[in-house]
């Protein structure tokens, strides 16, 4: 049986798992580093790559113990190469590389966003390519056409901010701290969904992409004007973002060729009014809907591991261990450039 040793260290998270060929997690760590970084209202990454360098070691040797497992067990090492802040990256890839030296195994250099691409099939194996994804984290915000591992059509994303940095810098403005997604989602079960006039950016546009920097804007303005709740303006937020969602995601699957699901992954795949609304969107074009348990959606190494273990199964070679460390990498790199997008395609 397949067994992957899988590590995570591009935002926030220093995280280990090791994940079987048949879907198991032998053992798995997340740190979070909320602590070090809620002062500063956002991921501060200088202190995120201290973070990830200090802790990284004791906690592959813990999901090691835990399993009772070797590094000579593995069929290869997993380590998350990029997209994400640099320092942490490297932090993750050099002690990846070090460990596949060491213990003379295959390294497996993962794209983050891979991980969160076929995480869905981690969790649920009925799961067939191709499928329709909506990838939303903090950094990205994607309709993707999964057709199998590394062949990843690019439909749509975001010409400015992602869904979970809106998600963040709203949480701001009300003075929920960080991380804001699920403060956010927690507010808004009291609000109103309605009272709130807020905007829906590109919402029926002939362009397929995402935009998020105008809504953030006016919630900015709806709480300056003191008219509202701090309830009612999340709640009138999430309803926003989801019509945005909703419009663009409809589009996409109207214009798509056919596809077995659609699926959400990433950490605003937890918001449980989203996957609500993308369950009911699913049931309109008659496909099943998947999304990952919530420990699957946010950062982790499993979905690190079982992307290794999908491309070790698909016949991909190991990476070389001069692999670089990269800030950017898109999925699909024929994907046309949308409009302002340079930073964060
Ligand atoms: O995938 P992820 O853990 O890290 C990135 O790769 O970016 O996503 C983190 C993002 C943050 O912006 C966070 O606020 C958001 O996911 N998030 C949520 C929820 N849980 C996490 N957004 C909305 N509702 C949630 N329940
Ligand atoms: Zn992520």
Not at 229 to 247: K, T
């Amino acid at each position: 049986m397949t067994l992957v040793l899988g590590i995570e260290s591009s935002c926030d998270e220093t995280a280990a798992a090791l994940v079987t060929g048949d879907r198991r997690i032998l053992a798995q760590v997340i740190a979070s580093q909320e602590e070090e970084h809620a002062p500063y209202g956002g991921v501060v990454p200088e202190i995120a790559a201290r973070a990830h360098a200090e802790r990284l070691a004791p906690i592959v040797e813990k999901v090691l113990r835990e399993a009772d497992v070797t590094l000579a067990d593995c069929d290869a090492i997993a380590a998350t190469a990029g997209p994400g802040l640099i320092g942490g990256v490297m932090v993750g890839l050099v002690t990846a590389k070090a460990l596949a030296m060491a213990s003379d195994t295959p390294l497996l250099a993962i794209n983050h966003l891979e991980g969160h691409a076929l995480s869905p099939r981690l969790a649920d194996e009925h799961l067939q390519y191709p499928y329709a994804l909506l990838l939303v984290s903090g950094g990205h915000c994607q309709i993707l056409r999964v057709e199998g591992v590394g062949k990843y059509q690019r439909l749509a994303t975001t010409i400015d901010d992602a869904l979970g940095e809106a998600f963040d810098k709203s949480a701001k403005v009300l003075g929920l701290g960080y991380p804001g997604g699920p403060a956010v989602e927690k507010l808004a079960l009291e609000g109103d969904a309605q009272a709130v006039p807020l905007p829906r950016p590109l919402k029926g546009s002939k362009e397929p992409h995402f935009s998020f920097a105008g809504l953030k804007s006016a919630v900015l303005r709806a709480h300056e004007t003191g008219n509202y709740s701090d309830a009612d303006i999340a709640a009138s937020f999430q309803a926003a973002a989801l019509d945005c969602i909703l419009d663009r995601m409809r589009k996409a699957l109207g214009e798509m060729e056919e596809v077995s699901a659609l699926v959400v992954a990433g950490g605003v795949a937890a918001n449980k009014t989203i996957r609500g609304g993308l369950e009911g969107l699913a049931a309109e074009f008659d496909l099943a809907f998947t999304a990952p348990p919530l420990p699957l959606c946010t950062d982790n190494a499993a979905m690190i591991a079982w992307a290794g273990i999908e491309r070790l199964e698909a016949g991909f070679d190991a990476d070389p261990l001069d692999f670089r460390a990269r800030p950017r990498w898109p999925l699909d790199p024929d994907a046309e450039p949308a409009r302002g997008a340079g930073v964060k395609a």
